[in-house]
């Protein structure tokens, strides 16, 4: 077998078939690959560093807005699960069920956990006592099982990995707080990290998480035009501290039930990056969290091994020490030009190009992945100049993406144009809502649009109006979209 | 309630009861709690802080010596555990079963990973072709589920944290080397980083793993001079991937089965931090890996907000600026007293005092957990001094770990002083073995004893003897002991 064919570079035009580009490209990429069992994906080293650098800087996020690290189990009681009913009956028909240990049939059927409210909350109630013990600010990064008939890598599996926030407050406007802090949080580290522009908004009932008083979420705008739920913050109230009893002496000795908020991202974060910047060529990852920020690759003619490679090794050795993931691409059985789209479909943001005539001049190509524009390094300006192009990669790459957003979001008030629209063109369409949920569910029906965001909008007349369906007066200022 | 009641400061004594003493520590310095799932534990703060830190430092040495991470699916097919039998044998008894998806009962059961060598097998039967891709060196951080009848915080838990390295090659040779390049990085960062002095060896046919062709391990003593296996390293030869069928074209173009490998060490290493190092006063932290390095007292007289506060935040930040991890504890309802107790029995390695009588001499107290030695630093070689202290500290406990191993290390090669050993001091027994597990067996029996490792002697002289027990000629120099 010829090495040469073990990546067919070919990958179906992401412009003919999104969703075949979007399979295609996260298997040849090595992000990950099907399991056995349905619904279930492994993810592949590359895909995984791409979730190690996202979870580093978020997770460095978090611990510095005050919450630590725990873990709790991964097996959940089902009687536990039955005490918040509407949070039960959101989450019945995805649950795996753990029914024997071993060779013995238990009394009780375990969840594998859909999410962690239940247990958490039982661990609150025993760990809360008075007002001096709250806030307590939890995060857990954890894998999760949901049952889900359709699946796709990344977007939708029935197992992912997440971080889930559980916080316990001493009052409503705290959990509040708390809540909407997380938020911004999120939108921070997505634009910032990932260089995905999100906008932020409530969810309407029908969208909101089994359980909670409000959910708040960031949706992002997928180059095909799709929307992606990229992370939820949820007011929980006191729905779950009322059932799972967690409550606290008050400053006043009075016993209260705890005000309580949970938040999450998920992997889905990889399937954003990748929807959100790949193009035909494959893959177009951030630098602040690409695996491999920079390849250098040697121009292997004639006596290279010689000649080139000890230069290339120590560009190499230079980036390194720069502080960046860099890896030299020396393998004798491709040729440079393989190994340019190689990278290219990888995703990697910058590769360095050196051969006999860069030797000559002291100076390296380095060509950008995101627009390809070529430019020569000399030798000895590599570590100044790399992260500068690096930084220039990720703001660039965010500033096509919010063109992008904002080239594809439609502020319209009438039904019909809304229809035509969400056909023909797909993105977020801005509008105003009478707040009726069968509106909401007939425009669903009829369009496949729901309402991803509901703004936060405060000047009074900017949701005055018609509903876009219903022509009743409105009373919110939306985002309607198709979704992932 | 007072604050002051929230923490019993009475622990009962290790010397007492070891068995209490453990259980007591773990919650009330919040390592750990029990979840409402019999044998499941919660991983609370500032137990799963120590987990990160260790977990960060054995990862960097995982991908240094060219591993990568990656993540499988946690639930198996039955009949993928099914097709190696002797690791089928090993672990049905102990499988959580997923038998139900949602309202639907599944065709086929699956099984809560209780280790992963038939997943990643199968994975690997797809991406192996050729010996160029090989070695495949991958890594997971992952739970895992076994169903234990006995459990005990950390140490025997129904779910626990771990890593586990799953790796393939193109020879045996390759594999061995492998398998012992990670015993040896095991054994140092345990060393290194926990202060714990391991011993390694090969374990016996009765005490392998399921399915492998050799295990290594590294076995520490507890200071209640029982033994702690504390990480294991499997050869497993060809015997997963002839089940799996991962070949692969050699250099010769013939069809091979790849040689694997596959290691871990779990949570099981916050239990040995614990029961290696604490004392009657609680935990003692390794500095390298303890969640808070350096705790900041301010001797509360007077009007210390005024006069000593202000010094005390500027210790907190000047340690913060060298990089440790530092913690201000300027509670009020607390008296300083107290907080020293607190503190110690939380197992921060060094505390530092400051009071009016300091700052007038422009100095602060440091107070060593492990040997209680006062020092007192200027305020100008703080950021110096005490980096310095904490190196100090890390050395000291793993010297004083040493001599407690070697102490209770008795090298005897008669029976009934080795039945008088283990029945009044325990510890290692060092001694010959004649290799037969019926004698293995009843050496178990009669004295509750295992054969911990089998140690990789070459000199021929050092194994040629009588087996302690039956008598006949020896063939191994072993080391046994009481074992969690």
């Not at 580290?189 to 906008?199: H, M, R």
């Amino acid at each position: 077998m010829n090495k040469n064919d073990r990546f067919v570079k070919k990958i179906t035009p992401k412009s003919v078939d999104f969703s075949r580009w979007y399979t295609e490209i996260i298997q040849k990429a090595e992000l990950a690959d099907y399991a056995p069992v349905k619904g279930m994906m492994v993810i592949r080293p590359p895909g995984y560093a791409l979730w190690e650098n996202i979870q580093q800087l978020l997770d460095k996020r978090i611990k510095e807005s005050g919450h630590s690290n725990a873990y709790f189990p991964l097996l959940i009681p089902e009687s536990y699960l039955q005490k918040e009913a509407e949070h039960l009956e959101g989450f019945a028909p995805e649950v795996a069920w753990v029914t024997h240990g071993g060779h013995e049939e238990l009394e009780e059927r375990l969840a594998v956990r859909p999410t962690s409210e239940a247990i958490i909350g039982t661990m609150y109630a025993k760990w809360i006592k008075s007002w001096r013990d709250l806030p307590v600010l939890i995060n857990q990064w954890a894998n999760i099982v949901r049952w889900e008939k359709v699946t796709r890598p990344f977007l939708r599996t029935t197992e992912f990995l997440w971080q889930e926030g559980h916080t316990a407050h001493e009052t409503k406007e705290e959990a509040e707080k708390e809540t909407l802090m997380i938020l911004s949080l999120y939108k921070e580290a997505v634009e910032t990290d990932l260089a995905i522009p999100v906008i932020e908004g409530k969810k309407t009932e029908r969208e909101k998480f089994a359980g909670a008083l409000e959910t708040y979420a960031i949706e992002a705008l997928m180059t095909d035009g799709k929307a992606l739920q990229m992370g939820t913050s949820h007011n929980l109230g006191q729905h779950f501290s009322k059932v799972f009893n967690i409550r606290f002496e008050d400053r006043n000795q009075n016993l209260q039930y705890a005000w309580q908020t949970s938040w999450g991202v998920s992997t889905r974060l990889i399937g954003a990056v990748v929807m959100a910047h790949g193009d035909d060529s494959g893959l177009k990852f951030p630098p602040k969290v690409a695996p491999i920020q920079v390849i250098v690759i040697p121009i292997s003619v004639g006596d290279w091994k010689e000649t080139v490679l000890p230069s290339a090794q120590n560009v190499e050795s230079v980036m390194k020490k720069a502080g960046l993931r860099v890896k030299l691409d020396d393998r004798e059985e491709f040729t440079p030009g393989w190994k340019f789209s190689e990278w290219e479909m990888r995703g990697v943001p910058l590769r360095i190009e050196i051969g006999p005539k860069d030797i000559k001049e002291k100076q390296v190509i380095a060509v950008r992945r995101d627009n390809r524009e070529k430019e020569a390094i000399p030798f000895n300006a590599l570590s100044q100049r790399v992260p500068e192009i690096l930084q220039k990669i990720q703001e660039s790459m965010f500033e096509e993406a919010l063109k992008f957003q904002r080239e594809n979001t439609h502020e319209l008030h009438n039904y019909e144009d809304f229809k035509a629209v969400i056909e023909a063109k797909k993105g977020f369409i801005k509008t105003l809502w009478c707040g009726d949920p069968a509106c909401e569910e007939e425009i669903k029906e009829e369009t496949m649009a729901t309402i991803r965001a509901v703004l936060m909008e405060k000047e009074e007349e900017k949701i005055q109006g018609k509903c876009v369906h219903c022509q009743k007066p409105s009373k919110f200022l939306v985002i309607f979209a198709r979704a992932y």
